[in-house]
């Protein structure tokens, strides 16, 4: 991977700021920053290409302005070629994109690559591997979707586990080792052990880590126990 994102340990815990507060976010990305988290998740949304609507690079701006931690942006967008150097701009340290979103993902992989920015690739739960096959000489990390995107607080799709285990074969096979494998949905501490024995290094965690049941820190707590 480029930049800081080579540098993260794995197992690694990403907070999504999608159910933050985003009234008190500043503090809420002090709050997980303090229990030493190595990445900070934002999930972008366009209301097409799934249906709902979240924030753009203004937002990501205004996280890269509260911390100095990777920002790891996962475009859930129509096109996603259009914005790619917005948020690259706005501080972005990876960017995926969406196999279903572009009709050309090799040159937008191509187009994060130019910015000196990690490029992922995320597949949604219907997507076969074989879609991205071709892709992965151009990606640092696979995301793998263990729900339907569009909504925070979805519940974990299990034949996720058998697609990250078939994922990390082929990137055994076809020699992209250095390529992470990230998951996003529905991650908790019921799941996330499985999830890691499966193959994947990311945990994208948002529910699990801002909500209303439990502090930031005892969320994170409560991961990191079931990781190990």
Known sequence: ??????KLAAPCIAPSILTADFLRLGEQIGAVE??????????????RFVPNISFGPLVVSAVRGTTELPLDVH??????ERYIDAFASAGADSISIHAEASAHCHRALQQIRDQDVA?????NPGTPLTAIEE?????DLVLVMSVNPGFGGQSFIQESLRKIKRLGAVLAEGGFG???IEVDGGINSDNIGPARDAGAE??????SVFNERESVDKAVASLRSALS
């Open 75 to 80: 475009l859930m967008i129509d096109q996603p």
């Open 202 to 207: 990311i945990f994208v965690c948002g529910s």
């Open 135 to 139: 892709l992965l000489p151009l990606v």
């Open 1 to 6: 991977m480029t930049h800081r994102m080579n």
């Open 178 to 180: 250095n390529v992470r």
């Open 119 to 123: 490029a992922g690739i995320a597949i």
């Open 34 to 47: 303090s229990t030493g988290v190595e990445l900070i998740h934002l999930d972008v949304m366009d209301g």
